[in-house]
């Protein structure tokens, strides 16, 4: 799933406030994120949009490229499953 990690800036997740310094590519891109690139927070599955220089905001996937759906919802399904284990144990 996840194929690089590429260091950033701490930033907080919008959704639990988590703060985030590495993304996830889910392709074979390495180069470090830039605006307008997708992140879904390890932490909570929160779905966000970089904002760099700033900050993460929320994002909506209805209105992501369309190629970009199915990785992005992968990965969020993967923190809600931990999550839920977590919760469990
Ligand atoms: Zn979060």
Do not use: F, W
């Not at 260091?7 to 307008?36: E, K, V």
């Amino acid at each position: 799933m996840i194929k690089h990690e590429r260091i950033h800036q701490p930033i907080p997740c919008t959704g639990c406030g988590q703060m985030l310094d590495s993304a996830g590519g889910i392709n074979d891109d390495t180069r470090p994120p830039i605006d307008g690139d997708h992140v879904v927070c390890i932490g909570c599955g929160q779905l966000m949009e970089y904002k760099m220089e700033v900050s993460l905001i929320e994002a909506n996937i209805d209105d992501l490229p369309e190629e970009n759906r199915a990785g992005l919802l992968e990965m969020q399904a993967a923190v809600k499953l931990v999550n839920e284990a977590r919760a469990d144990s």
